[in-house]
């Protein structure tokens, strides 16, 4: 039977004590009023980012849908506090509200979202309204649904982009988008869920071994430090293209 991955837990690195902590205080003084809870996600919830290197990835959940000015305020804190503190590259926010973070029809996304994926830092845990989640394809088919929009966008933006610094971020970025997407190809009776992005590369080529130089070449992208690839956009739209049909299958 399939294990059920456990979220997020230990002591979290003092590495990023500072930007975690100015992160909470920050929200709570100037969006408090209609922030329902903040949560932490990826390499710094699991304990192993890289100071410097990481990204600082969170989930804003909102009491309400938010409106264009409170959206303004959100990416003004972002672009503040991302200004602040260098020993984390870029800080993310993913957005969404109570209702619909609670609503049924997002059982499998948000709910395993912030079950198993995330690590509550401020304000009102929905986690513990969820019950565990075995792994399965549903849940992986959910998480990633919006593989195919998110990765054309990042094409076209890299079509359009000339600063080599932006291009070397835009590559990353979409190169750990599409290898995470890669779970969505996972069958029911895989055990456990991949973590990091090697573990996802290990899974993918389990089921498609063709792909590996494809995912060499997006995973070298995936790190940091590499340099921009001619041809990357061709390359992150054929090989979307391919995991579409994959999952038309």
């Not at 990826?42 to 409106?67: C, Y």
């Not at 845990?125 to 998110?150: G, K, T």
Request: hydrophobic share 45%; with cysteine; net charge neutral.
């Amino acid at each position: 039977m399939p294990t059920i991955a456990p979220a997020p837990c230990g002591p979290l690195q003092p590495h990023f004590d500072a930007v975690l902590q100015d992160v909470c205080a920050s929200l709570a003084t100037q969006a408090g009023h209609f922030l329902d809870g903040i949560y932490l996600y990826g390499s710094i919830a699991r304990g192993d980012a890289t100071p410097g290197v990481s990204d600082l990835d969170l989930t804003l959940v909102l009491r309400e849908p938010p409106t264009p000015p409170q959206r303004e305020t959100l990416e003004a804190l972002r672009l503040a506090l991302q200004a602040r503190h260098r020993e984390v590259i870029k800080i993310d926010f993913d957005i969404g509200h109570r209702a619909q973070v609670l609503a049924p029809e997002h059982l499998y996304s948000w709910g395993y979202w912030l079950k198993h994926q995330c690590r509550c830092l401020w304000g009102n845990d929905l986690a513990p309204q969820f019950a565990p989640f075995a792994p399965s394809r549903a849940i992986a088919l959910a998480v990633n649904a919006d593989f195919a929009s998110v990765l054309d966008d990042y094409a076209r933006r890299l079509d359009d982009e000339r600063d080599p610094a932006a291009i070397v971020r835009l590559q990353r970025e979409a190169s750990r988008k599409l290898i995470r997407s890669c779970n969505l190809l996972r069958l029911d009776s895989d055990p456990g869920w991949p973590s990091s992005l090697d573990e996802h590369a290990a899974l993918l080529l389990r089921h498609a071994p063709a792909m590996q130089a494809h995912m060499a070449y997006f995973l070298a992208q995936a790190r940091p430090g590499a340099a921009p690839a001619s041809g990357f956009a061709p390359a992150l739209r054929q090989f979307t293209q391919w995991l579409a049909r994959q999952q038309a299958r």
